[in-house]
């Protein structure tokens, strides 16, 4: 460094190659430094991209603040439907009455913006969009993968500062991802033998589960490993996984057996919950899978919610609570465990990984919306809000939330059905009036009346009742009726605006 250091002076001054002068790597010749030099630049565009982020991390956070909005819910629960009518209903605000600012005219404008996260796939906003207003409206599919979408709100400040202050640009960023993948976390605290164990237990009594017990009755868990034999019992038990999700159960994990994208037939996914042997052996089917099981939660849980998870400000968890109380007290009973195991996954400090993984940062509120509340006529909507209430407040007792402000209520996010009251067998019933989504029927449905007590559902669910021994509930299909929507409105919705306001509101 003296040779940088210390300039020549005099006559004999004369300009040297920087390789002569300057330390290791460069104190080369320029065929040698040439490979160094790459290296080099390659640390400092790195460091560039890294200051960059850091500017732009530290101007959102002072100038254009960000909130992260995670949408999951369980199978069939409506996060596609949600979502698409969020956006458009904060784009055309007119149905939006129940969200403060939008009430007083506070949110300029609302419009959408390339997301900050490159290597997620976007939210396919539009095609959902022309999906339900289409002239011939049909549901979008259902979540696969995660997905993002960011939507920006021009607002403008209340208080002292909004007399003098033009609006402020604030960020929405919907990160959408099946519930499935949610109820995973709950694994993280189980080891494999723990995990069989539930789960077998579980299957005990289920006769969608058939199948993969007698494939498992003629396996030894004790045998040396069989690929042939692993791949049918992870082929059965995933067949066992489809059946439940179908039959409205929500316990249906591990969650990517269900969605295994470019997963599909790797090991990671290639295995089944077994009884313990006594004393397992080293290259055992058990040693096997149980290495397989911790893979899947090294290699696949814990990245997605490292990368995801972890940076969500609020949370919306969409339940079809009616799909489950048709299905019967097992499916609520299922539904109420599965409740307890989301909310696990905002208890920090339980866990190793998660402490770490919320180290700063907290979920700050969490709604629970109990979907498809224009299945039932508005008389009912205060009953279907007290029995997700009701299994939520189950689960809260056996969790702490880290501080997480939590509430519950029914929902519609698109509006399918209008209301009406007929004469049947000298009674007036209120039924609601919708086009069948599988014949294209108009037909008026009454699905039973909900129990103004929640406990004379959740009580029979936790004795194990097989059947509702007074009333029967019925659940239809629906398809999205044609709209004619007017400038500056979205689709109509049953209070989409104060679950709105409820998670965002207050950072408006």
């Not at 732009?56 to 949600?82: N, Q, W």
């Not at 290639?270 to 899978?289: D, I, N, Q, S, V």
Request: charged content about 25%; overall charge neutral.
């Amino acid at each position: 460094m003296r040779a940088i250091l210390q300039p020549v002076y005099g006559e004999n001054a004369r300009v040297l190659p920087l390789w002569q002068v300057a330390p290791w790597p460069l104190m080369l010749p320029p065929e040698q430094a040439k490979d160094h030099q790459v290296i080099l630049n390659d640390i400092a565009d790195g460091l560039t991209r890294g200051v960059e982020s850091t500017v732009s991390t530290v101007s959102e956070a002072f100038f254009e603040p960000v909130i992260r909005l995670g949408v999951t819910g369980l199978s069939r629960a409506g996060k596609t439907v949600f979502i698409t009518s969020l956006v458009a209903n904060m784009i055309g605000r007119a149905r939006m009455g129940a969200l403060a600012a939008a009430a007083d005219g506070r949110i300029r404008a609302a419009y959408l913006q390339p997301q900050p996260d490159n290597t997620v796939p976007r939210f396919d906003y539009e095609s959902h969009l022309a999906a339900l207003t289409g002239p011939t409206p049909y549901w979008p599919d259902g979540t696969r993968t995660v997905s993002e979408l960011r939507l920006s709100l021009r607002v403008q400040p209340t208080g002292l500062l909004g007399g003098v202050s033009g609006p402020r640009t604030i960020h929405l960023d919907i990160v959408d991802y099946p519930g499935e993948w949610l109820l995973d976390l709950s694994l993280l605290d189980k080891s494999f033998s723990d995990w069989s164990a539930e789960t077998l237990a579980r299957l005990e009594n289920r006769e969608i589960a058939g199948e993969f017990l007698a494939t498992l009755a003629d396996t030894n868990p004790d045998a040396k490993l069989d690929e042939v034999q692993a791949k049918s019992l992870a082929a059965a038990f995933t067949g066992y996984l489809q059946a439940a999700r179908a039959q409205g159960l929500s316990d249906c994990t591990p969650g990517r057996f269900l969605l295994p994208g470019d997963l599909a037939g790797s090991p990671v996914l290639t295995f089944a919950p077994l009884p313990r042997p006594e004393t397992p052996r080293r290259h055992a089917l058990w040693r096997e899978f149980e290495r397989r099981y911790e893979a899947y939660k090294r290699e696949v849980v814990k990245p997605f919610f490292r990368d995801h998870f972890a940076r969500i400000d609020r949370q919306i968890v969409l339940v079809d609570a009616l799909g489950a109380i048709h299905a019967g007290p097992p499916a609520v009973e299922d539904l109420r465990q599965s409740m307890a195991d989301i909310l696990g996954a905002f208890r920090p400090g339980r866990n190793a990984f998660l402490t770490q993984l919320f180290l700063g940062r907290r979920v700050e509120k969490i709604l629970f919306a109990a979907t498809k509340a224009d299945h039932l006529h508005q008389s009912q909507h205060a009953r279907l809000t007290a029995i997700i209430e009701a299994l939520v407040a189950d689960a809260k007792s056996r969790a702490d939330f880290a501080g997480a402000e939590t509430a519950a209520m029914a929902i519609a996010a698109l509006r399918a059905t209008t209301e009406d009251t007929i004469d049947h067998e000298g009674r007036r019933l209120d039924v609601v009036r919708g086009v069948l989504r599988d014949t294209g029927k108009s037909a008026a449905f009454y699905p039973g009346d909900l129990p103004s007590d929640p406990s004379h559902l959740l009580t029979p669910a936790r004795q194990g009742a097989e059947k509702w021994l007074d009333q029967d509930y019925s659940v239809m299909n629906f398809a999205p009726r044609p709209l004619t929507l007017d400038p500056g409105e979205g689709p109509p919705h049953i209070r989409l605006d104060r679950a709105t306001q409820f998670l965002i509101g207050d950072r408006l």
